[in-house]
């Protein structure tokens, strides 16, 4: 009978450290229990949507960087400059359709740098993606002097502020690049080498892959779509900001593990990154609409931390584990 609830437990948690999203889903659907609020309506998950659409955009993006057993800790300085080149090229006069491919390119050239340094040159991706984003984010800083920078151009304001099909057009985007991305990692080789290479690296390379000109292609992505996700942001708010994305790296990144996509490489897929990244954007949205006494009490950012770095810590322990298991029974 011991043997039978000790080989149920471990394979409830093998099947949980595979699903780690089901284990966010229940802690929020716990805290929930203390609130009258009801955050499942039409509404609120239009307006969660919205919100999370830039976050979603940059995690299908860090998807393939962490399939390929790499990470991004870049995203979140290329989504603040991105806008800030848009919007200043715009005041200066250049044509919007013009500004935003060049600030889109701005994020596929340090996704290509990245790349050079982290697989041409065999760094470390923590580390490289950590300094080009404090190297991005002291350009942001250095070219706005701290201070925001706005547009009144109605074009560009109208890029995330209309609606198509009649969902905002914020989401609609969100929806097109995850489908492309999705069809790109399931249909096409360059999706099956991306898992073969974070699979194991030397087999892959042995096996004919190209491992040098997949994985430098999946940091260009992860780039390309961290700078639509910071232009889509700027014209949402009409204004680009150095301080946007200052969490986003973290945020993000934990995210993707948590809807299923393991740091170990290989494992996972833009529909479960999408999930944890849709996910943590409840838990925090959610906890800005606790309700106490009938009363709608904005949780204290203290407290919101300490929940989300609970979930985050368990979360990636459980990955953790998952990785150690799957070396142990290899």
Excluded at 185 to 204: H, K
Excluded at 212 to 231: D, E, L, R
Aim: with cysteine.
């Amino acid at each position: 009978m011991n043997l039978n609830t000790k080989a149920l437990g471990e394979q409830t948690l093998k099947i949980l450290s595979k699903q780690k999203a089901i284990v966010a889903i229940g802690i929020l659907f716990i805290i929930m229990l203390f609130s009258s609020a009801n955050i499942f309506t039409r509404g609120h998950i239009e307006a969660l949507l919205v919100t999370a659409s830039p976050d979603l955009i940059i995690g299908f993006g860090v998807t393939l960087a962490v399939i390929c057993k790499g990470c991004d800790l870049s995203v979140g300085s290329v989504m603040s400059i991105s806008g800030i080149l848009a919007i200043m090229m715009i005041n200066s006069g250049m044509p919007v359709f013009l500004a935003v491919f060049l600030a889109i390119l701005s994020g596929s050239v340090v996704g290509f740098i990245n790349g050079f340094l982290i697989v041409q040159q065999k760094t470390e991706a923590f580390i490289i993606t950590l300094g080009m984003g404090l190297f991005i984010k002291g350009i942001a800083l250095f070219i706005t002097e701290g201070r925001p920078v706005s547009t009144q151009n109605a074009a560009f304001n109208a890029i995330s502020n209309t609606t198509i099909l009649g969902l905002p057009s914020i989401v609609m985007y969100m929806l097109i690049i995850g489908v492309l991305i999705f069809c790109l990692m399931r249909f096409t080789s360059f999706g099956r080498n991306c898992y073969a290479l974070g699979g194991d690296y030397e087999v892959a390379e042995h096996s004919g892959i190209d491992v040098v000109k997949t994985k430098w292609a999946a940091f260009i992505i992860t780039g390309t779509c961290a700078s639509i996700a910071g232009i889509l942001l700027a014209s949402r708010w009409n204004t680009g900001n150095s301080i946007y994305g200052d969490l986003t790296p973290l945020l993000v990144n934990c995210s993707v593990v948590i809807g299923g996509t393991s740091f170990a490489g290989g494992i996972g897929g833009i529909i479960q990154s999408g999930i944890g990244v849709f996910v943590m954007h409840l838990f925090r949205y959610s906890m800005n609409l606790f309700r106490i006494d009938g009363v709608i009490r904005e949780i204290s950012p203290f407290v919101r931390n300490l929940v989300i770095g609970i979930v985050i810590v368990t979360i990636i322990a459980m990955d953790c584990f998952s990785i150690k298991r799957k070396k142990e029974d290899v």
